[in-house]
């Protein structure tokens, strides 16, 4: 047993089951809405010489080498404030089964920082976006959004994140956007597999079942029971590592402790209210299933 190995995981490209995540998390609440920030009564920053630095007061010195900001790539059918300028997006998180997390800086001017909010609160649903309460901030679990400014479209949904919108200098507004897209979708059958992508094992949040799943997940219509164990299909996106990643990375989100492991899985337990034990064993890519991204959840209680 090594419980080291319910350290958050899932990290571009490195996924091994004992990865540290949180260095390539983006963030927790989509937006931290500001006023203008200042430095002092001189409106700039002392240097060692006791001269001030100016504060920029454009966006072209708020954000350096921006230009015009145009949608385009897996996002055309979104817009951006009429005259807002960009760096262009980052990549900042990928990998087998996760999301490809980009992260895009703007600057806005002669705008408030409800200007902004308000323009991707209309124009966004307007396209066919819905508000989401949930994001995939690490690329993998769905967290809660902490504010309105979160969004998705599609059946492998995309997902955008508003989040950092500051007040600046001169009448200037800062923002970002989170540009998820998601990984490639996994080869479920559709006779096993007949419904769409799950986030959840089960949709009641105040039950002991209810942990996320990895990304792109798909349920099988029929669990099985014997005696005090059910066992579930399942399918989804990524491999036999990063789907054993996210499960691992899930189920300590929610105090589930790692009781044993193998090459092909891993079993964790947790105390139900009435004072016994569920217990959860991961079955990923065995002899029991043809695709290697099938996998089994058995649950015993």
């Known amino acids: 047993m090594q419980p080291k190995r319910f350290y958050p995981v899932i990290v571009a490209c490195a996924l091994g089951l004992t990865v540290v995540l949180a260095a390539c998390s983006v963030g927790g609440n989509s937006t931290a809405s500001g006023g203008t920030s200042t430095t002092g009564s001189t409106g700039g920053t002392p240097s060692a010489a006791g001269t001030a630095t100016p504060v920029p007061n454009t966006c072209a010195g708020l954000l350096p080498g921006a230009s015009a900001a145009t949608p385009g790539g897996n996002f055309a059918d979104i817009a951006f404030p009429p005259g807002s300028l960009t760096t262009g997006p980052d990549l900042v998180n990928s990998g087998p089964g996760l999301y490809f997390v980009n992260l895009q800086h703007f600057c806005l001017p002669a705008a408030t920082v409800s200007t902004v909010q308000q323009f991707f609160a209309v124009q966004l649903p307007a396209k066919g976006w819905t508000a989401t309460p949930l994001f995939p901030y690490n690329g993998a679990y769905f967290e809660a959004c902490g504010d309105p400014y979160c969004w998705q479209k599609d059946t492998a949904p995309r997902l955008i994140g508003l989040t950092n919108v500051q007040a600046q200098p001169g009448g200037n507004v800062t923002f970002d956007l989170q540009l998820l897209r998601p990984p490639a979708v996994p080869s479920c059958d559709p006779a096993t597999y007949p419904g769409g992508y799950q986030l959840f094992l089960d949709s009641d949040p105040n039950f002991i079942l209810h942990f996320g799943l990895p990304v792109l997940t798909k349920v099988g219509a029929s669990p099985t029971t014997s005696g005090n164990v059910t066992t579930y299909s399942l399918c989804s996106s990524g491999d036999q590592t990063s789907i054993q990643a ?13 009781a044993s492991e193998s090459s092909s899985g891993f ?3 947790h105390p139900a209210p009435d004072g016994s034990t ?9 002899g029991q299933v043809s695709n290697p991204q099938d996998w089994q959840l058995q649950v015993q209680h």
């Open 246 to 258: 996210e499960m691992f990375d899930a189920l300590k989100r929610l105090n589930w402790i790692e």
């Open 278 to 286: 569920y217990q959860v064993t991961v079955i990923v890519n065995t």
């Open 267 to 269: 079993s964790a337990t």
